[in-house]
């Protein structure tokens, strides 16, 4: 549901940036020259030795945005989490820029988990490839602006509960934001019965034009 900080950062450093007006970030870096200018494309002298390889200049700048995040490949099929606080991710890492929370109690509900857990490519261990081009697929039931608030609402009371460590509290906005969800696809109770055999708690659909999608 939410990002954990390791309080770790990263020198986002590209090919044409002035190192020379940020000393502080330099003198941490030249520790590492020696490394550094060993990488091949450093030695052909198509990037400079402080500079970062591949820096993705065409969509960096989508970092600082709101966004969800998820693992692309995971155990839990439902690890969307929400990010206002302008976190990085890794190679691993996929995203939607959205401010619109509603997106993520569609995602985090049983319905995509139910989804996801019967198209995703499943790798060693039971681990499932959860790329955007299955995230993508998950069905959008339609929805009114009053339920999309009344989704937003219960997953800003799970964010709440999570960062007070409340657990029993998020397992019942879980159960709410489920019902939710189940609500907005019209589903029967056989459906329902179905889908909550399959899987225990959380994931559902998203609100979000397939557009929206960046691979990180």
């Given amino acids: 549901w939410h990002v954990d900080s390791k309080d770790l950062w990263l020198c986002y450093i590209g090919w ?3 190192i020379k007006k940020y000393p502080a970030v330099f003198n941490h870096i030249n520790q590492f020259a020696k490394t550094l ?31 969800i995040f998820w693992p692309g490949i995971s155990l839990e099929v439902c690890a969307f989490c929400f990010d206002g606080n302008q976190m990085w991710g890794n190679d691993n890492t996929q995203m939607i820029i959205t401010k619109d929370k509603s997106v993520l109690g569609l995602l985090n509900s049983n319905v995509s988990r139910f989804f ?4 995703c490519d499943a790798v060693q261990n039971d681990y499932l490839r959860l790329k955007v081009n299955y995230v993508s697929q998950i069905p959008i039931p339609a929805a009114s602006a009053a339920e999309q608030a009344e989704l ?65």
């Fill in 16 to 18: 044409k940036t002035d």
């Fill in 116 to 119: 996801l857990k019967n198209i």
């Fill in 37 to 67: 200018k060993e990488r091949p494309e450093v030695k052909s002298g198509r990037v400079p030795w402080y500079a970062l390889s591949r820096y993705a200049s065409d969509y960096w700048h989508e970092y600082a945005e709101s966004k």
């Fill in 152 to 216: 937003s609402g219960l997953v800003d009371r799970v964010l709440a509960a999570k960062h007070a460590g409340d657990e029993a509290t998020v397992q019942q906005l879980e159960r709410e934001i489920d019902a939710h969800v189940f609500r907005l696809f019209a589903l029967t109770p056989e459906e329902i019965e179905m889908i909550q055999a399959a899987q225990p708690t959380v994931s559902a659909p998203i609100n979000v034009k397939s557009a929206l999608f960046r691979r990180v």
